[in-house]
């Protein structure tokens, strides 16, 4: 397989080694990835959470304060959402695009045609970053390898008869050409194999993609098994940086897996977020507390899980949603907290039906 070159300036040194995103600085997430410290990406009129991160990143690196051995180094120091992408079809490019055009800058999709318009987020981050005067580097692109068994058999976009490790390569392939780039900011698996030695051929492919520069972070998602999590950090030669799961009741909330997640600098990505949480968002509780911070159920629940050190995924499809949900993140990343005492905090778990009443605080 041949991989694209990247731009020199990105080789910095990632090699052999986990980049490992400082997280769960509480209140503030902090999370480090490689970005161009030579980039002119930062006029004044661009706004957005990657945008300003990125400005304040380069701003700090210049001035000699947060870089790596190489000032090469962003630093990602504020909570954000990420705009999630599935299930939009042929929506999918006019949804990034207006997502964009919101302040969304981190987004997520998978190379999964069955849920996933790939492409789609191509054109649309690439045409509205286009419009605003934005480039590659203002944005934080994630895609996903999913397996045979979670692809639509008549649409599987890799050969199937190849070995694993062939068919993660194929897909990564797939992924650059659909989004319209030469790299990604994160690569994860969108599920584990029934087997870890089926998963760990996944996982070295995925590896050989950081080192050679094309891939910037690894995760992992739908694993909800915490001694599986563990035996994969173990054996990983690059630690995962992202663990993407469903956050619900059934899972009791990943309370272990979160606890392990924060302990070893791995962001945790949540999905289902809203939808599985729904009877709590409609009570008389959240409301009034919602109510009394400006800000809807739903955005207090994205409020609760950055106050967490939690990065939410959020797949609206609604103009009016994407903004405020924007609104909140602009307030967070100014320095309100939302959640004015350990009481609130623990009240919104409570309700949420998390068990010892949430944890992280
Ligand atoms: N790794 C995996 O296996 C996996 C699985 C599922 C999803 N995901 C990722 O997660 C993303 C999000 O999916 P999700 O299942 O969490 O649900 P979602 O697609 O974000 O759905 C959230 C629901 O809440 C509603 N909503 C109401 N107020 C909202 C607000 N202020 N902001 C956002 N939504 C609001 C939305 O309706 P409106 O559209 O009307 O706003 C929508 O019906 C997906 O797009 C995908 O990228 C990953």
């Given at each position: 397989m ?5 731009p ?17 600085a509480?209140p ?39 870089s ?5 180094a ?9 705009y999630?992408t ?26 999964q ?13 690439s045409e509205?970053a ?10 934080y ?18 050969d ?9 390569k194929?897909s990564?392939?797939v ?28 996982w ?5 993609f ?29 630690k ?6 469903r ?7 990943d309370?272990?897996?979160?606890a392990?997640?924060?302990?070893n600098?791995?962001?945790y990505?949540?999905f289902?977020?809203l939808?599985a949480n ?6 008389t509780?959240?409301?009034k ?9 739903q ?12 990065t ?20 967070i ?9 350990e009481d ?16 992280f605080?």
């Amino acid at each position: 397989m041949r991989l694209p070159a990247w731009p020199l300036y990105n080789i910095v040194s990632v090699f052999g080694r986990k980049i490992s995103p400082s997280l769960y600085a509480f209140p503030l997430v902090s999370m480090s990835i490689m970005k161009s410290v030579g980039s002119q990406s930062c006029a004044e009129n661009l706004s957005g959470s990657a945008q300003d991160d990125h400005c304040n990143a380069m701003k700090a690196t210049n001035q000699g304060e947060s870089s790596d051995s190489k000032g090469t180094a962003m630093h990602l120091s504020k909570m954000h959402l990420i705009y999630g992408t599935a299930w939009k079809k042929d929506d999918t490019a006019r949804l990034v695009a207006d997502a964009i055009r919101s302040g969304f800058r981190f987004i997520d999709t998978a190379c999964q045609p069955k849920h996933y318009n790939e492409p789609g987020v191509g054109q649309g981050w690439s045409e509205a970053a286009a419009e605003l005067g934005l480039t590659r580097q203002d944005f934080y692109l994630q895609t996903k390898f999913t397996s045979v068994s979670g692809q639509d058999p008549k649409n599987i976009p890799y050969d199937r008869t190849k070995p694993i490790e062939e068919q993660v390569k194929e897909s990564l392939e797939v992924s650059l050409k659909n989004l319209r780039t030469d790299y990604l900011d994160a690569l994860v698996l969108h599920g584990p194999y029934p087997s870890m030695t089926s998963t760990l051929k996944a996982w070295r492919t995925m590896e050989s993609f950081v080192e050679q520069g094309i891939v910037r972070l690894i995760g992992v998602s739908n694993m909800y098994d915490l001694a599986e999590l563990e035996e994969l950090y173990e054996k990983a030669t690059i630690k995962p940086s992202i663990l993407q799961n469903r956050f619900y009741a059934e899972s009791d909330f990943d309370t272990e897996i979160r606890a392990f997640c924060k302990e070893n600098d791995v962001l945790y990505q949540s999905f289902w977020t809203l939808t599985a949480n729904r009877d709590a968002l409609a009570t008389t509780e959240v409301r009034k507390l919602a109510k009394t911070k400006g800000l809807s159920p739903q955005t207090l629940m994205y409020a609760f899980m950055m106050t967490m050190g939690h990065t939410p995924l959020d797949g609206t499809t609604n103009l009016k949603h994407m903004q405020e949900d924007i609104a909140l993140e602009s307030r967070i990343k100014g320095g309100e907290k939302i959640f004015a005492s350990e009481d609130e905090l623990r009240k919104m778990a409570e309700v949420l039906g998390m068990p010892d009443g949430g944890m992280f605080w």
